[in-house]
């Protein structure tokens, strides 16, 4: 059964005065006695009526809300992430309204469209794995709404963004492993059309150059999931006695690797070491633990709500529109010599 919602019509009605007194009682109007007010207030408190959102921010042109639209909630990164922006944005009055494309484009279109719906004021958007083509996000900018795009971007869109320097992340890690002994260096990466992607790539690519190391195309290997890394194993396998390290795109893939490995008796880091990237909860549990890149999610993502909000309270300034880049840290553990 569908819930009956009160509305100050109701009121009026019960109480037998207008809808105009009822609005006026319940904002402390001077023009409404106080005996009216508090028998107004008094049966508002009994029967529970809450002022209706909606249309609240349709007089106001806003509803102090921030819609998000991110690939995984369940991904530590993306968590951390979530966690800064709300903490910001509550912070600064406004509440948060979370999408997730589940890295499905169709999902991310149908997302971004439920969330101007619902008029938020402003757009928070990490674009999926199978996104490549941005109609959706041109429109939804066009339309006027603010939008910023943190870690994972769309280039074509002149936007304020907040990203993690991969490029200079990737260059980390992979000399790392390189100034530990390292001279054959697999690299499972992600895809390339995204440019977290394409920049972790370059960035291995530019330490092998740095180092005098030719670079195999044949150690790169598209494979960003632990479930990629189950179905290519016996391809990895058959690449582990030419190798002595591994960067992996992300902690989830180094470890899945790491755990194949040694399920097949390589030791880690003595036959071969280990970087990932991100720094999450299981790079601690991980036997051994793993050396990788601290992404800082949470910088990240107070960081693009407040470029967000900037542009929300100040609508008629000329803002040019900013880039934030976030440098990635090297942890280092025990899966590297």
Known sequence: ??????????????????????????????????????????????VKYRPNALALSLRKQK?????????????HFFSSVISGMEDLAYGEGYTMMIC??????????INLQALLDHRVDG?????????????????ALD?????????RICDELDTDRVITDDFEGARIATTHL??????????????????IGKNRYEGYVQALKNHKIPLDENLVLKCDTREEVMSMRQHILTLAPQIDGIFGVNDSTAIA?????????????????????????????????LTTLEQKGYEMGREAVRLLIQRLENPGALINNQTKIITPSLVRRKTTR
């Open 123 to 139: 757009l928070l958007v990490s674009i999926s794995k199978t996104t490549r083509e941005f109609n959706h996000l041109h429109n």
């Open 63 to 75: 509803t102090n809300t921030l819609g998000l639209v991110i690939p995984e909630i369940v991904h």
């Open 143 to 151: 339309s006027g709404i603010p939008m910023v795009f943190f870690d």
């Open 257 to 289: 690797v790491m755990q194949v490995l040694q399920e097949n008796g390589y030791r880690i880091p003595e036959d071969i070491s280990v970087v990932g990237f991100g720094d999450g909860p299981i790079a601690t549990i991980a036997s051994p633990p």
């Open 100 to 109: 997730q494309s589940n890295e499905n484009f169709y999902r991310e279109v």
């Open 178 to 195: 390189i100034e530990t002994g390292c001279q054959k260096i697999l690299h499972l990466a992600a895809p390339r059309h995204l440019l």
């Open 1 to 46: 059964m569908k819930p009956t919602h009160i509305t100050i019509k109701d009121i009026a009605k019960m109480l037998g005065v207008s809808p105009s007194t009822v609005s006026r009682a319940l904002k402390d109007h001077p023009d409404i006695s106080e005996e009216t007010r508090n028998l107004v207030k008094t049966f508002a408190e009994k």
